[in-house]
């Protein structure tokens, strides 16, 4: 084992401190099914959108870089 300063670092290490995946934001459609993105289709823009939540799919950060897409 490791003694002092050096033992306390290796003793509370956290791993995967930094893992993050990350989407994109035009590859957010991607994770709506087909028949929700159908019933959103025709919906108004100050109507009643589709909530998608990233985490249950696994992303923890979404990236602003891309296009937001109408709808695919």
Known sequence: GYFG???MRNYHLRKN???CPSLNLDKLW???SE???LKYKD???EGKVPV???V???YYKLLGKGRLPKQP
Do not use: M
Request: glycine share 10%; proline share 5%; hydrophobic share 40%.
């Open 17 to 19: 401190t930094k893992w």
């Open 43 to 45: 919906a108004k823009p």
């Open 5 to 7: 300063k050096l033992g």
């Open 52 to 54: 998608i939540d990233l």
């Open 30 to 32: 991607t994770l709506v």
């Open 35 to 37: 028949q929700t993105r």
């Open 56 to 58: 249950k799919a696994g």
